[in-house]
Nanobody
Framework: QVQLVESGGGLVQAGGSLRLSCAASGRTIRPYRMGWFRQAPGREREFVAAISWSGGNTYYADSVKGRFTISRDNAKNTVYLQMNSLKPEDTAVYYC?????????????????WGQGTQVTVSS
């Protein structure tokens, strides 16, 4: 099973940027579609972005489309989430996960091997 560790979160002002990283160990992530999710206080965990195993296909929630970019480096066993034009409503704990079902995107039930999360706080 792959182990995932997120990093790169922090406190940023509205309009700022952050780059999250998700480092994998235990096995290669190359065969897996990878996803980023987030959970704000009092809310359910929600889909943010996903990327195919090759990086050739990416998928985004409407709320982040045009502002966030997901990417991956299979040689480094790492997935990234570049977040620009951050808004206070982006404040949440961000998690990465490896898909357990081929060709899945937003369905949280189709992901396993969750990381511990990294906190992103956007001040107004």
């Amino acid at each position: 099973q792959v182990q995932l560790v997120e990093s790169g979160g922090g406190l940023v002002q509205a309009g700022g940027s952050l780059r999250l990283s998700c480092a994998a160990s235990g096995r290669t992530i190359r065969p897996y579609r990878m996803g980023w999710f987030r959970q704000a206080p009092g809310r359910e965990r929600e889909f943010v972005a996903a990327i195919s195993w090759s990086g050739g296909n990416t998928y985004y929630a409407d709320s982040v489309k045009g502002r966030f970019t997901i990417s991956r480096d299979n040689a480094k066993n790492t997935v990234y989430l570049q977040m620009n034009s951050l808004k206070p409503e982006d404040t949440a704990v961000y998690y990465c996960a490896a898909a357990t079902v081929p060709f899945t995107t937003y369905n949280i039930a189709n992901y396993g091997s969750w990381g511990q999360g990294t906190q992103v706080t956007v001040s107004s």
